[in-house]
Antibody, heavy 123, light 107 residues
């Protein structure tokens, strides 16, 4: 079964770029035309969708973050990545990667999820 | 953006109780709704998608219903493992959005 694992620095300085990678194991990212996603959760708060990427590289982003977000995919490594530029303390959160669930007629739920990684923005 | 509002924010219940959590959307989302369970320090876990489709491996005491703007998650008989925070999520349109969460506590 598919498993996901986030990796990247746990501490980023303000104004710098947050970079995370999600490694997919247990199956190819390209099978079945799957979409992949990043979601974050501020400490003690709810969940915020960041954006999706298709295995071909097409993306959809949350407008609230669109100007600062880039999601990319490397199918040769079975990985996809998140870059968030010009970070501030407000970007401190647990960042999750996940697969976007789908059926022949719909997609949009998230399953499975990675375990999450806490990124703290601080000097 | 579609706003998702859950009620209550906190729910106290006992093992064996039947509980219902409500999720309301600010506009119609048909049945494009998912429910998740999250335990402290863990990633959310999918329970239900398309408003009422039970994810494989999820106990049958969990059920979902609703369409349009009002949805419910019901746990028919609470088990000790069910005390957690529950979130709804709409995927009718971008940006996907979540409810603020309902914390289910032991009474």
């Amino acid at each position: 079964q598919v498993q996901l694992q986030e990796s990247g620095p746990g501490l980023v300085k303000p104004s710098q770029t947050l970079s995370l990678t999600c490694t997919v194991s247990g199956g190819s990212m390209t099978i079945g035309g799957q979409y992949w996603t990043w979601i974050r959760q501020h400490p003690g708060e709810g969940l915020e969708w960041i954006g999706n990427i298709y295995y071909s590289g097409s993306t959809d982003y949350n407008p609230s973050l669109k100007s600062r977000v880039t999601i990319s995919v490397d199918t040769s490594k079975n990985q996809f990545s998140l870059k968030l530029s010009s970070v501030t303390a407000a970007d401190t959160a647990v960042y999750y990667c996940a697969r976007v669930g789908f059926t022949p007629t719909a997609r949009g739920w998230f399953d499975p999820w990675g375990q999450g990684t806490l990124v703290t923005v601080s000097s | 953006d579609i706003q998702m509002t859950q009620s209550p924010s906190t729910l106290s219940a006992s093992v064996g109780d039947r509980v219902t959590i409500t999720c309301r959307a600010s506009q119609s989302i048909s049945t494009w709704l998912a429910w998740y369970q999250q335990k402290p320090g863990k990633a959310p876990n999918l329970l239900i998608y398309k408003a009422s489709s039970l994810e494989s491996g999820v106990p049958s005491r969990f059920s979902g219903s609703g369409s349009g703007t009002e949805f419910t998650l019901t746990i028919s008989s609470l088990q000790p493992d069910d005390f957690a925070t529950y979130y709804c999520q709409q995927y009718n349109s971008y940006p996907y959005t979540f409810g603020q969460g309902t914390k289910l506590e032991i009474k």
